[in-house]
């Protein structure tokens, strides 16, 4: 017998504010902009914090990246407006060499308590690869893995990174998280309406993806894989870790 199509999710009214957690400049527009832009819609609030800019983006601006950073803060930015996206933050991380140190926690800590997100979306750390083609980047597994220990306990505990409450940022309970990228998702957002978004998001990162009509193939194609499990034309898959039920 098939299983039971699950029901796309739609998040709690009272879950008003969401942070985006990623590595690289375009990540989130490959992941999860789709959820974005459908969350922007009805009125949250979305912050995207990027770890690194992306200076390693291309081989054709090394060893010397310096004008590649800028460039592809630019496209970020440009790619969020299209979201309705309501604020970017770059940490500058030197890209492709990111561990998950106590200083990048503090730091996405330093974040948490400065806009006191609800949900902070982030992708899984524990994931190596995806089938026999793509081995997860370090990265992305560095990002994920400070991410989630900076929503727990650093950002909820006041004795943790003591520095922090010396600059009035007070411990924040963060109430969901929401992982991209999962082995096992539970959880999926439909972006049937907002998938035309997030292409031209994407399409934003011109440094990255030129501007060919294989963005929209391939995100379309993706989207209907995880919409499958959903029983909806398109979606977007996450695990999802409810840690304070809500109102
Ligand atoms: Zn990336």
Redesign the pocket.
């Known amino acids: 017998m098939a299983p039971t199509p699950r029901r796309p999710h739609a998040l709690h009214p009272s879950l008003r504010t969401i942070l985006c957690v990623s590595?690289?400049p375009?990540?989130n527009e490959f992941t999860i902009a789709g959820s974005v832009a459908a969350w922007a819609r009805d009125g949250r609030d979305v912050v995207f914090c990027l770890v690194t800019s992306g200076g390693a983006g291309t081989n054709e601006h090394t060893p010397r990246s310096d004008g590649l950073v800028p460039l592809r803060e630019r496209e970020c930015w440009e790619a969020a407006r299209i979201l309705g996206v309501k604020d970017v933050v770059f940490l500058r991380y030197q890209d492709g060499v990111v561990e998950p140190t106590l200083g990048l926690r503090r730091d996405l800590t330093r974040v948490i308590r400065r806009h006191k997100p609800d949900v902070v979306v982030c992708g899984d750390p524990t994931v190596r690869w995806y089938g026999n083609e793509y081995l997860n980047?370090p990265?992305?597994r560095a990002v994920g893995s400070a991410a989630l220990d900076a929503v727990f306990p650093s950002a909820e505990t006041g004795s943790i990174f003591p520095e922090l409450l010396a600059e009035d940022l007070e411990p924040h309970k963060v109430r969901e998280v929401l992982l991209s990228g999962a082995n096992s998702p539970d959880t999926w957002i439909d972006i049937s309406d907002t998938l035309e978004l997030k292409c031209a998001a994407l399409k934003a990162h011109v440094s990255q993806v030129g501007s060919g009509p294989w963005v929209d193939t391939l995100l379309r194609e993706w989207a209907a894989r995880a919409g499958k499990r959903a029983a909806i034309p398109y979606a977007e898959a996450y695990r999802r870790m409810v840690l304070a039920r809500g109102d």
């Open positions: 590595a690289h375009d990540d980047h990265d992305h």
